[in-house]
């Protein structure tokens, strides 16, 4: 009997630890950041991302307006808003009624659809904002993912 209780916590841990090399990995490809290829930057942190989304930082670094534009309802946008703008979906659109009721600022565009999305992002100086991972960016000339730094 000590045998077998011996091969179930085996069992178990051996579990646990394939789940803890998983677990990292899932998610991470729930959304992508891209921008128009008339954009500089390859890589940028979160920080920057964040404030870019929530209306404080409105120029790139070379003085060219940033366009943010989301996603609606989705998987992504309920990622993005978790990892990159610290809010829930509901809280940033709050964060956004405020904003623009106070006259400081006016929201990122939404799309209800990845192709919407990207064939707006394709066309728009400036533009950048986020799709569902891995979206296919194949064909697509002027549009260039990001690498995000958390």
């Keep these: 009997m000590e045998e077998r209780s011996m091969i179930w916590q085996r069992y178990v841990i051996v579990l646990c630890l394939c789940l803890l090399a998983v677990l990292p ?4 490809d729930e ?3 891209i921008v128009n290829t ?6 940028m942190n979160q920080n920057t991302i964040q404030t870019i989304f929530l209306g404080k930082k409105t120029e790139w670094d070379d003085g060219s307006p940033i366009v943010p534009v989301t996603l609606e309802d989705s998987d992504a946008q309920r990622a993005f808003m978790r990892k990159i703008i610290k809010k829930t979906p ?11 009721y106070t006259g400081k600022a006016i929201p990122p565009r939404s799309f209800q659809t990845d192709k919407d999305l990207l064939d707006f992002v ?15 960016l194949e064909g697509r000339d002027h549009i260039k993912k990001i690498n995000v730094v958390y």
Aim: net charge neutral.
């Design 25 to 28: 990995a899932m998610g991470q």
């Design 122 to 136: 394709e066309s728009n100086d400036g533009s950048i904002g986020f799709v569902t991972g891995p979206a296919s």
């Design 90 to 100: 509901r809280s940033f659109s709050t964060y956004w009624i405020s904003r623009l």
């Design 31 to 33: 959304f992508v950041v």
């Design 38 to 43: 008339s954009v500089s930057n390859s890589t």
